[in-house]
Structures are given as structure tokens and as C-alpha cells.
């Protein structure tokens, strides 16, 4: 009887080891899968996060360089709408000419423009 305990023992004890060297294999694919799901969430986050930070003075940059025009048009958070005076302003050559005049005649556009340009 007690020859079939030793054995039973025996087979119990490779068992476990087998068990364990799974166990051991299974934790270190999880923490490899944890630790690529931080890297995809880094590769996604990380380029729109700089993007953001670099690219914010270029939006600020064209933003004013077209301000005029968004003047012009009247299109503004406060008055989003269209009306038939702005249509009819759209289609008067004196004020087009003028406002592009005006964009040519400033600085801070005239570079911008130059700059975007010649590069």
C-alpha cells in the first residue's frame, strides 16, 4: 500500500511540475501582452499628442493669415449663418479686390504666403 502511495506521490509531484512550467510560460506571455498593449496605445497616443503640440503655432499661423477672408465672410462661432447680403457681397468684384488688396498690402501674410511659396 504504501509502494502505490510513493507512486501515486511520485506521478503527482511531475505533474505539478508540469503544471508549473506551464503556469510559468502562460504568466510570461501575459506580461509580454500587457506590455504591447502600452506600446500600441504609445504608438497611437504619442504622434497625435506631438502632433498637437508642433502643429498648433502652424494652425495659428495660417489661422491669421486667413482671417480676413473668414472676416469677409462673415463666418464666425458667434454667426455661423449666410445671409443674402454676404451671397451678394461674395459676387461684388469692388470688395473682392479690395479685401485681396488688403491681404497683399499686410506683412505678417505677405511672408506667410512668400515663404509657403519659395520652399
Given amino acids: ?3 502505490e502511495i510513493k507512486k501515486i506521490l511520485e506521478e503527482n509531484q511531475e505533474k505539478l511540475e ?3 512550467k506551464r503556469v510559468k510560460k502562460i504568466h510570461k506571455k501575459l506580461i509580454w501582452h500587457s506590455i504591447a498593449g502600452y506600446l500600441k496605445i ?3 497616443l504619442g504622434p497625435i499628442i506631438i502632433g ?3 502643429l498648433s503655432p502652424l494652425v495659428k499661423e495660417y489661422s491669421q ?3 480676413p477672408i473668414f472676416q469677409f465672410l462673415k463666418l464666425s462661432p458667434e454667426d455661423n ?3 443674402i447680403n454676404t451671397l451678394n457681397n461674395l459676387f461684388s468684384a469692388e470688395e473682392i479686390d479690395s479685401e485681396i488688396i488688403k ?3 499686410d506683412p505678417n501674410l505677405r511672408s506667410e504666403v512668400i515663404n509657403e ?3
Wanted: net charge negative; glycine share 4%; charged share 10%.
Fill in 52 to 54: 498637437i503640440i508642433y
Fill in 103 to 105: 491681404g497683399i498690402c
Fill in 1 to 3: 500500500m504504501e509502494e
Fill in 81 to 83: 449663418t449666410l445671409n
Fill in 18 to 20: 508540469s503544471i508549473s
Fill in 65 to 67: 493669415a486667413l482671417e
Fill in 42 to 44: 504609445l504608438f497611437i
Fill in 117 to 119: 511659396v519659395c520652399q
